[in-house]
Nanobody
Framework: QVQPVESGGGLVQPGGSLRLSCTAS????????VGWYRQAPGKQRALVAR???????NYVDSVKGRFTISRDNAKNTMYLQMNSLKTESTAVYYC???????????????WGQGTKVTVSS
């Protein structure tokens, strides 16, 4: 099983933007549903956005209109475009991809290591 790798986090001012990437390298047969999650200090990890293999998206209410999840299947890469960032957006963001990489094994949900987003003035 391949572990996705997130990138793109960093320090931004309130109102700024970041684009997070999640890439699965190696031999990938299929990537199905993908979710972006975040875990703020002292809080549970929670779903932020989800995209299916067919491109259907869902968002938690608090990010609707500001965040956009997308995917580039040719690059085995998923994105989370984050606009109008708030201090409350500060968290470690994780990618979870349901992916199939081993021929005779079922698809499995695989977590990335996370990328930290800090929104502060």
């Amino acid at each position: 099983q391949v572990q996705p790798v997130e990138s793109g986090g960093g320090l931004v001012q309130p109102g700024g933007s970041l684009r997070l990437s999640c890439t699965a390298s190696g031999s990938i047969r299929s990537i199905y549903d993908v979710g972006w999650y975040r875990q703020a200090p002292g809080k549970q990890r929670a779903l932020v956005a989800r995209i299916t293999s067919g491109g259907t998206t869902n968002y938690v209410d608090s990010v609707k209109g500001r965040f956009t999840i997308s995917r580039d299947n040719a690059k085995n890469t998923m994105y989370l475009q984050m606009n109008s960032l708030k201090t409350e957006s500060t968290a470690v963001y994780y990618c979870n991809a349901l992916l199939h990489s081993v021929r005779n094994s079922p698809p499995q949900g695989s977590w990335g290591q996370g990328t930290k987003v800090t929104v502060s003035s």
